[in-house]
């Protein structure tokens, strides 16, 4: 592992972070010089009140000159004074000592004015004659940076924030991109598409995620070969079952066509059968687990189907009472006849043989907003509850809650949970509260 998405992850979020810096830094300085100068309006009526006050000044009429510089202070809520260079008052106020500024009396109006000073700075417009001057306490109106704090609090906080966002988002993209890659190539698999590569969906990206893909298509390909093999298994299995076992259902033919077949060839005959139906419902498990098949091709008309089950157990089981409720019809579609009534079918019959004789069982039928529930109850010694879903594991028994014969290889109620779910079907189990057991069917109608 040499850390390559270390790596990139610290150089981008190094870089990300000095060029954020810098670029703020750089737009703040920007900011403020921009906003630390008088705007043109201000500068334009502070130089035509130095025109003014120098054309009263110059009339020698220094009582209209005081007057008018009472009036202006009075509208503008500042101080003015006309002064010469030598610091004497000429008109207006006593000239404050505290707003000498070295070999200047007030600032010029091109001039920058800081924004963090608490007090307006006073401003300087010379006269023609350039040893008299218009000084003005500048107005708060007119000062520059009235929004500074705002201006400030945006460039300190909410603009690196968004940034901060960004940059986050753009890493959060870098790292999601090959975990969703990965995630098409994984959901491509689970549907059984083993030559998917991870590999190539990531492109040119050289580091550990790359090498997580090279390990998934490796992984991938050595579960692909897997489940081929065991595919192939499974059909030679089946073909190499099969064959012995029609030679000896051939042969036992022949035996119990004599006139009197011995103990031994019926007790052969019926063990016979029962292993082919062990191997055929073994080896539909094994294909409804590995292939996982959508079985939806066909309208099911579901109270004939009950119907026919219900009287094919009635033959098999005559000792037996079984009790239904049915609607007139309901038809169901995008759904298997063959599924619908092979699973149907493992669930009745587990249902009547663990009922004892002269009991009933009952199969009950409604509809439900969009699916149709089936509830098939027993009246058997039930199942322990910490075993109400293991029961749907293949080759599962409960020998000590439920009687077992020899003819039950814990494989219906297996092979009927999977034939259920390969129409989007459900069956679950549950005790009743007056001793049996319930099994409860969900198909959707459409």
């Given at each position: 592992?040499?850390?390559?998405?270390?790596?990139?992850?610290?150089?981008?979020?190094?870089?990300?972070?000095?060029?954020?810096?810098?670029?703020?830094?750089?737009?703040?300085?920007?900011?403020?010089?921009?906003?630390?100068?008088?705007?043109?309006?201000?500068?334009?009526?502070?130089?035509?009140?130095?025109?003014?006050?120098?054309?009263?000044?110059?009339?020698?009429?220094?009582?209209?000159?005081?007057?008018?510089?009472?009036?202006?202070?009075?509208?503008?809520?500042?101080?003015?004074?006309?002064?010469?260079?030598?610091?004497?008052?000429?008109?207006?106020?006593?000239?404050?000592?505290?707003?000498?500024?070295?070999?200047?009396?007030?600032?010029?109006?091109?001039?920058?004015?800081?924004?963090?000073?608490?007090?307006?700075?006073?401003?300087?417009?010379?006269?023609?004659?350039?040893?008299?001057?218009?000084?003005?306490?500048?107005?708060?109106?007119?000062?520059?940076?009235?929004?500074?704090?705002?201006?400030?609090?945006?460039?300190?906080?909410?603009?690196?924030?968004?940034?901060?966002?960004?940059?986050?988002?753009?890493?959060?993209?870098?790292?999601?991109?090959?975990?969703?890659?990965?995630?098409?190539?994984?959901?491509?698999?689970?549907?059984?598409?083993?030559?998917?590569?991870?590999?190539?969906?990531?492109?040119?990206?050289?580091?550990?995620?790359?090498?997580?893909?090279?390990t998934f298509d490796q992984m991938a390909a050595r579960i692909g070969e897997q489940l081929t093999s065991q595919r192939q298994l499974i059909a030679d299995l089946s073909?190499?079952?099969?064959?012995?076992?029609?030679?000896?259902?051939?042969?036992?033919?022949?035996?119990?066509?004599?006139?009197?077949?011995?103990?031994?060839?019926?007790?052969?005959?019926?063990?016979?059968?029962?292993?082919?139906?062990?191997?055929?419902?073994?080896?539909?498990?094994?294909?409804?687990?590995?292939?996982?098949?959508?079985?939806?091709?066909?309208?099911?008309?579901?109270?004939?189907?009950?119907?026919?089950?219900?009287?094919?157990?009635?033959?098999?089981?005559?000792?037996?009472?079984?009790s239904s409720n049915f609607p007139n019809s309901i038809i169901v579609d995008n759904s298997s006849h063959r599924a619908a009534g092979q699973a149907l079918e493992n669930?009745?019959?587990?249902?009547?043989?663990?009922?004892?004789?002269?009991?009933?069982?009952?199969?009950?039928?409604?509809?439900?907003?969009?699916?149709?529930?089936?509830?098939?109850?027993?009246?058997?010694?039930?199942?322990?509850?910490?075993?109400?879903?293991?029961?749907?594991?293949?080759?599962?028994?409960?020998?000590?809650?439920?009687?077992?014969?020899?003819?039950?290889?814990?494989?219906?109620?297996?092979?009927?949970?999977?034939?259920?779910?390969?129409?989007?079907?459900?069956?679950?189990?549950?005790?009743?509260?007056?001793?049996?057991?319930?099994?409860?069917?969900?198909?959707?109608?459409?």
């Amino acid at each position: 592992m040499t850390n390559k998405l270390f790596l990139k992850l610290c150089l981008i979020i190094a870089l990300s972070l000095v060029v954020v810096f810098y670029l703020l830094n750089l737009l703040t300085y920007n900011t403020e010089e921009g906003m630390s100068y008088l705007s043109l309006e201000d500068k334009q009526t502070l130089n035509s009140w130095g025109k003014q006050a120098e054309k009263l000044y110059l009339s020698g009429d220094k009582q209209v000159l005081d007057s008018w510089l009472a009036t202006k202070q009075k509208q503008e809520k500042t101080w003015m004074v006309v002064a010469s260079f030598d610091i004497n008052n000429i008109a207006g106020e006593t000239l404050k000592s505290e707003y000498y500024q070295g070999y200047n009396l007030g600032r010029n109006v091109e001039w920058k004015i800081h924004l963090y000073f608490d007090q307006n700075p006073v401003m300087q417009i010379p006269f023609s004659d350039n040893r008299t001057s218009l000084l003005v306490y500048l107005p708060d109106s007119m000062r520059p940076g009235s929004y500074w704090q705002y201006t400030q609090l945006t460039l300190q906080i909410i603009v690196p924030a968004i940034l901060l966002i960004f940059l986050s988002y753009l890493l959060y993209r870098y790292i999601m991109t090959p975990l969703l890659q990965l995630k098409v190539a994984t959901r491509e698999f689970s549907k059984g598409r083993f030559d998917i590569s991870a590999t190539k969906l990531m492109g040119k990206r050289n580091d550990e995620f790359s090498e997580l893909a090279m390990t998934f298509d490796q992984m991938a390909a050595r579960i692909g070969e897997q489940l081929t093999s065991q595919r192939q298994l499974i059909a030679d299995l089946s073909h190499e079952l099969r064959t012995p076992l029609t030679r000896l259902d051939i042969a036992l033919e022949k035996e119990n066509n004599l006139a009197f077949p011995s103990e031994n060839i019926k007790r052969i005959d019926r063990e016979s059968k029962q292993i082919r139906k062990l191997v055929e419902d073994t080896l539909t498990l094994a294909w409804l687990e590995n292939e996982q098949p959508k079985l939806q091709q066909e309208s099911l008309e579901l109270v004939d189907l009950l119907d026919v089950l219900i009287e094919d157990a009635k033959f098999e089981f005559p000792n037996n009472i079984i009790s239904s409720n049915f609607p007139n019809s309901i038809i169901v579609d995008n759904s298997s006849h063959r599924a619908a009534g092979q699973a149907l079918e493992n669930v009745l019959r587990n249902a009547v043989r663990y009922t004892p004789v002269g009991q009933t069982v009952s199969v009950t039928l409604t509809e439900q907003n969009e699916e149709v529930e089936i509830k098939v109850v027993d009246q058997g010694p039930g199942v322990p509850e910490q075993y109400l879903n293991t029961i749907f594991k293949p080759f599962f028994r409960v020998e000590s809650s439920r009687t077992t014969d020899s003819c039950s290889f814990g494989l219906g109620l297996a092979l009927a949970q999977r034939q259920l779910a390969a129409i989007r079907g459900s069956i679950t189990a549950n005790n009743e509260k007056n001793g049996g057991l319930c099994m409860t069917i969900k198909l959707p109608k459409r």
